[in-house]
C-alpha cells in the first residue's frame, strides 16, 4: 500500500511517538534556543478540530506535550461556534498548548508591509488569547511558501510570539512534513528510525490521521460529511425543540 494511506492512522500514529521519544525530548516553541536531541512536533489545524482533539488525547496517553495552531480564518471550522470553543480548551485541558495559524493572504488586500502585518497578527493572537483563556505564545503560518518573502519575516519572535519557521528554527532543526497527506520530503518513521537529526521539528496536520487508513481526499471528505451533518442534526434539533414543524 502507498505509504501515503498506511502511515496515516491513530495505531502508527501512536508507534511513530514511541519512536521519536526514545531519541528526542519534546519541548514547546519556547524551548527552541535550548541545545541537545529535543523534538517541536507541531501540529497546524487546517481542517478538523476533532481530529486534533484525538491526537491530543493520543499524546496525552503517551506522555507528549506538542502545539496546536489554530486558523482563525479556516473554512472548514470557526473558533466562534461553541462546540469549538469546547474542543480548544479540552486540548489545552490535556498540557497541550495553542499557538496561532496565521494567514496572510487572507489580508492581501490591505497589507502591503511588515508593520501592518505585524498590527494583523497581535490583533488575532488578542483574540485566540481571549477565545481560549489562555496565552498565545506561538505562531505559524498558513501557506507561507505563497506569500511573498518580504511580507513573512524569518524573525525568531512576531507579535510577542515564538516563530514556529523563523530562520534560526530552520537553519538549526532537521524538518518533516506531512502536508497534503503524505511526505513532502521525508517519511517520517525513517527519519525517527535513522535518528540523524540532532534537533528534529515536525509539522503534522491532524486530519490525515484517522481510525483507519484512507486516501487523502477520503479523509477531508470524512470531516466535511461529519460536519455536514452536525449541522444537519442541530437544525433539527432546535426545530424540534421549539416545537415546529419541520418542513422536509
Excluded at 511588515?114 to 498590527?119: A, D, G, K, P, S
Excluded at 485566540?128 to 518580504?150: F, K, M, Q, R, T
Excluded at 537553519?171 to 535518528?195: I, K, M, P
Excluded at 442534526?233 to 416545537?243: M, Q
Aim: net charge negative.
Amino acid at each position: 500500500m502507498n505509504p501515503c494511506i498506511e502511515d496515516f492512522t491513530e495505531a502508527q500514529y501512536r508507534q511513530l511517538l514511541g519512536l521519536m521519544m526514545t531519541t528526542w525530548s519534546p519541548r514547546f516553541f519556547d524551548a527552541y534556543k535550548e541545545e541537545g536531541r529535543i523534538c517541536l512536533w507541531r501540529h497546524d489545524v487546517d481542517i478538523s478540530l476533532h481530529r486534533a482533539r484525538r491526537l491530543a488525547e493520543i499524546e496525552h496517553a503517551e506522555g507528549l506535550c506538542s502545539t496546536y495552531f489554530i486558523w482563525l480564518h479556516s473554512p472548514y471550522y470557526s473558533v466562534l461556534e461553541r462546540e469549538v470553543g469546547i474542543l480548544l480548551k479540552k486540548v489545552e485541558g490535556l498540557g497541550h498548548r495553542l499557538g496561532l495559524h496565521f494567514d496572510v493572504a487572507y489580508y492581501q488586500d490591505t497589507i502591503g508591509e511588515q508593520e501592518v502585518l505585524e498590527e494583523r497578527i497581535v490583533g488575532e493572537k488578542r483574540l485566540l488569547s481571549d477565545l481560549v483563556g489562555c496565552e498565545v505564545e506561538s505562531i505559524s503560518y498558513h501557506n507561507s511558501s505563497n506569500v511573498p518573502a518580504a511580507l513573512v519575516s524569518g524573525c525568531e519572535i512576531v507579535g510577542g510570539m515564538v516563530n514556529a519557521r523563523s530562520q534560526r528554527i530552520r537553519e538549526t532543526f532537521g524538518y518533516c512534513s506531512d502536508s497534503n497527506g503524505y511526505w513532502r520530503s521525508r517519511r517520517l518513521r525513517t527519519v525517527l528510525e535513522e535518528g540523524q537529526d540532532e534537533r528534529l521539528h515536525v509539522l503534522t496536520h491532524p486530519v490525515w490521521w484517522t481510525p483507519t487508513a484512507m486516501p487523502p481526499r477520503e479523509r477531508v471528505s470524512r470531516c466535511i460529511q461529519g460536519r455536514y451533518a452536525q449541522h444537519q442534526s442541530l437544525y433539527d434539533a432546535e426545530i424540534e425543540g421549539h416545537g415546529r414543524e419541520n418542513i422536509r
